[in-house]
């Protein structure tokens, strides 16, 4: 006599059996976890790495064929040690601080960047934009030559970019650099000293100095993601760095997750509203974090920083070391490394946009 099945489970397994054998079914869950899995660290939580948010929160990084867990680092450093040491793979901080590990010894290599300007917003006081009768809209050179004139100016730490950008400016308008008076009090603090007059002015990625602005105490003069600068557009602000042994030996990795951060990058030229809304709904400037007066102001500021491909150029990379050098960031003009591809940063794994 033939033998049935002793139940509903026993029915349900020869089923389960049955599809796989003949559709070579595997489950969505499944398939996620046979992704490979990289570490990423951005320095910080700013709109300057806005792709990197898009990248996660359209799940990019997944359909480049790999699983990302990205993490904040709290600082250029150490997320570039973690990269150093190998606790993280990738990590996403700014291209003037690339050039100083690699002063270091760093074995560190870019390849890809997020931004093709710099995008610090160099924010002043409300009262003395308003005094000088400036906008952002005003002529460059007579906004420039406002910073000439400033009191104390809060800085994150001494020899930060958030430093070096004024003494930059300053120069650039024909001031003296060296008499600049300058305070450090670390990234969090900046806002509130601006908006309690203890310093006139700061200068910092969006959206910090944005929500001073949008609490009417501060206001941002120079946008420099906007680019206005010459010397400062066309430039690979942050990037994505890693070390160049395990690029070599993970050259699919490298490739997937520098071209997921690229792809969110191209949308904010293809479909900027979708990119708007990707952006808008991640976790760092979803509307519980961020009101819309100060969204809408950062992403304003940023949005032509955005690279239609992660692509970079020795011209661009140039432009990096001669700001770096002339900011005081390298010290030693004669020990500046080469802009050419394949010293700084390389294009070998990203490759060309669509």
Same mark, same amino acid.
């Given at each position: 006599?033939?033998?049935?099945?002793?139940?509903?489970?026993?029915?349900?397994?020869?089923?389960?059996?049955?599809?796989?054998?003949?559709?070579?079914?595997?489950?969505?869950?499944?398939?996620?976890?046979?992704? $490979?899995?990289?570490?990423?660290?951005?320095?910080?939580?700013?709109?300057?790495?806005?792709?990197?948010?898009?990248? @996660?929160?359209?799940?990019?990084?997944?359909?480049?064929?790999?699983?990302?867990?990205?993490?904040?680092?709290?600082?250029?450093?150490?997320?570039?040690?973690?990269?150093?040491?190998?606790?993280?793979?990738?990590?996403?901080?700014?291209?003037?601080?690339?050039?100083?590990?690699?002063?270091?010894?760093?074995?560190?290599?870019?390849?890809?960047?997020?931004?093709?300007?710099?995008?610090?917003?160099?924010?002043?006081?409300? @009262?003395?934009?308003?005094?000088?009768?400036?906008?952002?809209?005003?002529?460059?050179?007579?906004?420039?030559?406002?910073?000439? /004139?400033?009191?104390?100016?809060?800085?994150?730490?001494?020899?930060?970019?958030?430093?070096?950008?004024?003494?930059?400016?300053?120069?650039?308008?024909?001031?003296?650099?060296?008499?600049? /008076?300058?305070?450090?009090?670390?990234?969090?603090?900046? $806002?509130?000293?601006?908006?309690?007059?203890?310093?006139?002015?700061?200068?910092?990625?969006?959206?910090?100095?944005?929500?001073?602005?949008?609490?009417?105490?501060?206001?941002?003069?120079? $946008?420099?993601?906007?680019?206005?600068?010459?010397?400062?557009?066309?430039?690979?602000?942050?990037?994505?760095?890693?070390?160049?042994?395990?690029?070599?030996?993970?050259?699919?990795?490298?490739?997937?997750?520098?071209?997921?951060?690229?792809?969110?990058?191209?949308?904010?030229?293809?479909?900027?509203?979708?990119?708007?809304?990707?952006?808008?709904?991640?976790?760092?400037?979803?509307?519980?974090?961020?009101?819309?007066?100060?969204?809408?102001?950062?992403?304003?500021?940023?949005?032509?920083?955005?690279?239609?491909?992660?692509?970079?150029?020795? @011209?661009?990379?140039?432009?990096?070391?001669?700001?770096?050098?002339?900011?005081?960031?390298?010290?030693? $003009?004669?020990?500046?490394?080469?802009? /050419? @591809?394949?010293?700084?940063?390389?294009?070998?794994?990203?490759?060309?946009?669509?």
């Amino acid at each position: 006599m033939e033998k049935r099945p002793s139940s509903s489970k026993g029915l349900a397994a020869g089923l389960a059996l049955l599809l796989v054998g003949v559709f070579g079914m595997t489950s969505p869950a499944r398939a996620q976890k046979e992704l $490979p899995e990289v570490t990423i660290a951005t320095a910080v939580p700013n709109f300057a790495f806005a792709a990197v948010w898009v990248a @996660e929160q359209l799940k990019y990084f997944e359909k480049e064929g790999v699983r990302a867990k990205i993490t904040v680092a709290g600082g250029g450093s150490p997320c570039q040690t973690g990269v150093v040491g190998k606790s993280l793979n990738f990590c996403a901080s700014s291209s003037e601080g690339l050039i100083l590990a690699r002063l270091e010894g760093a074995p560190l290599i870019a390849i890809q960047a997020h931004n093709s300007n710099l995008t610090l917003s160099v924010a002043v006081r409300k @009262e003395i934009a308003e005094n000088a009768k400036l906008t952002r809209e005003s002529p460059l050179a007579a906004r420039l030559k406002l910073l000439t /004139k400033l009191g104390t100016i809060g800085a994150t730490s001494p020899g930060a970019a958030s430093e070096q950008i004024f003494k930059f400016l300053v120069g650039k308008a024909g001031g003296s650099p060296e008499k600049l /008076k300058f305070v450090y009090l670390g990234g969090t603090e900046l $806002p509130a000293a601006l908006m309690n007059n203890v310093i006139d002015a700061a200068a910092l990625s969006p959206p910090s100095m944005e929500a001073t602005e949008a609490a009417g105490k501060g206001y941002v003069l120079i $946008p420099l993601g906007r680019g206005e600068v010459p010397e400062l557009t066309d430039y690979p602000y942050e990037v994505l760095m890693v070390r160049p042994d395990y690029a070599e030996q993970n050259p699919k990795l490298a490739t997937a997750v520098s071209r997921a951060i690229s792809r969110a990058g191209a949308l904010f030229h293809s479909n900027p509203q979708e990119a708007r809304a990707a952006l808008r709904a991640h976790k760092f400037s979803n509307p519980q974090r961020l009101t819309d007066a100060v969204f809408d102001l950062s992403l304003a500021m940023v949005k032509d920083a955005m690279p239609k491909w992660g692509t970079m150029t020795e @011209e661009g990379w140039q432009k990096v070391i001669t700001f770096s050098i002339g900011a005081g960031i390298v010290k030693d $003009p004669s020990k500046a490394l080469s802009a /050419k @591809e394949g010293v700084l940063w390389t294009n070998k794994y990203i490759g060309k946009g669509p």
